[in-house]
């Protein structure tokens, strides 16, 4: 049979991580033993009292239907904690759309702006999906490989050399995923100030705010003033509430382009999960002691894991500014690239982690290691990557 799927899946391969989850799964379903730092996930439980909102809201036949934008509390504590934590104004009635997952709000939202041809400029090494939902909507992503040199930061320079009259949007993530840096302020004036000459639309995905290190503050775009008219924010409660398999996230900017989302969300999915809003609420509007108790665990691991990488022969890695991720650069270790390193982890020590090279331009010579794993979990991946690089000599 020939191929009858879209021609556009051409470009578009499995999500890389997701690759990771299942071989770790597959294996393990084989008995072999893993330790798993590949895909990124907390290992922590939702907060109890989140649990229980939910809980309480399923038992009280709180299951149908909701308004596709979200339920109006929710949309209230969005509005809320925008303001709050992000010093972004929107109005809860007309400014935010509520979606299950912020890779659902990412996706709604390149489908509300980019029309097939159009380019998204997405800095690299960059999340997995960025580049495939892009593809998946006919829209070209053109990846901007930042240096690592300079602590993969983005600048005028390397938007300029890739802008074109096609440029529709940009998508800027931070803090973080692979690098685990956070945007400074100098970059969000570069961006802010590219973006109003070119006129260029702002994706903004922010689901790493919470998980910030050495008193780091988080900068959002949709917060400057030139940029709050071009900036769809994205969020979502998987990483900071621990809440990745409730699937809620959300989408907040201009009240014109949220009219066209709000269609997208009301013709793809209908509504978010009602029960699940409900624990969002209790999510945002309840104690944030679980949420600050996490950074602090995530610090202390990550302090364990940088350590540990910068002993092993020939590593380097910096510390991230957030996320969970540590991004140690191998180059000097003398492995053809970043996948055979990974492979050789994986076959000689047990230890899955994710080849930098999976992110795009620049990843390669880095291998990604999520560090929201237990510390014990992650001493004993250490300690066995350093004798197996030690037993290659
Ligand atoms: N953006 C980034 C950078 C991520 O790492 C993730 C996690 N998969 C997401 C978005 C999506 O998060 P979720 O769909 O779980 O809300
Ligand atoms: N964000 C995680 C990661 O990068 C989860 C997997 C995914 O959604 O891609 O590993």
């Not at 009292?49 to 399923?58: I, K, P, R, S």
């Not at 390193?341 to 390669?364: C, I, K, N, Q, T």
Request: glycine share 10%; with cysteine; net charge negative.
């Amino acid at each position: 049979m020939g191929n009858r799927a879209a021609a556009r899946f051409g470009g578009v391969g499995k999500s890389a991580t997701y690759a990771v989850f299942d071989m770790v799964a597959q294996l393990r379903a084989q008995g072999v033993e893993v330790l798993d730092l590949g895909g990124g996930e907390p290992d922590f439980d939702t907060p109890a009292h989140v649990v229980d909102e939910a809980v309480g809201a399923l038992r009280e036949g709180f299951t149908h239907y909701t308004p596709s934008r979200g339920l109006p509390e929710l949309l209230d504590a969005i509005a809320e904690k925008l303001a709050k934590d992000n010093n972004i104004t929107v109005d809860a009635s007309t400014d935010i759309v509520v979606t299950p997952s912020a890779k659902h709000a990412l996706f709604a939202a390149l489908v509300t702006v980019l029309d097939p041809g159009d380019e998204l400029l997405v800095p690299t090494p960059s999340w997995v999906s960025y580049s495939a939902m892009a593809r998946l909507i006919g829209a070209h992503p053109v990846q901007v490989g930042l240096d690592a040199a300079n602590g993969f930061r983005i600048t005028r320079d390397l938007l300029e050399a890739h802008v074109s009259p096609r440029t529709k949007a940009l998508l800027v993530n931070s803090p973080n995923n692979p690098t685990g840096h956070c945007l400074t302020h100098e970059e969000a004036r570069a961006i802010s100030r590219f973006a109003t000459e070119h006129d260029v639309l702002l994706i903004a995905d922010e689901i790493y705010e919470k998980i910030l290190y050495d008193g780091r503050e988080h900068v959002s775009l949709g917060a400057l003033p030139c940029c709050a008219d071009r900036t769809l924010t994205i969020n979502g409660f998987s990483k900071g509430y621990a809440m990745t398999g409730w699937r809620l996230g959300y989408a907040a900017g201009p009240t014109d382009l949220m009219e066209q989302m709000l269609k997208v969300a009301q013709h793809t999915v209908g509504c978010t999960g009602s029960f699940v809003q409900r624990g969002g609420i209790a999510a945002l509007t309840g104690p944030q002691e679980p949420v600050r108790e996490m950074r602090e665990q995530y610090a202390r691991r990550r302090e364990l894991t940088v350590r540990g990488l910068n002993a092993l022969p020939g590593v380097r890695c910096s510390p991230p500014d957030g996320a969970f991720y540590a991004f140690a650069d191998i180059r000097a270790t003398g492995f053809a690239d970043a996948a055979s390193f990974a492979r050789f982890v994986l076959e000689r020590a047990g230890v899955a982690l994710m080849p930098g090279s999976a992110f795009g331009p620049g990843g390669e010579g880095f291998v990604r290691l999520s560090f929201a794993t237990s510390p014990e979990i992650l001493e004993a991946a250490l300690e066995r990557m350093g004798r197996a690089l030690a037993e290659r000599g």
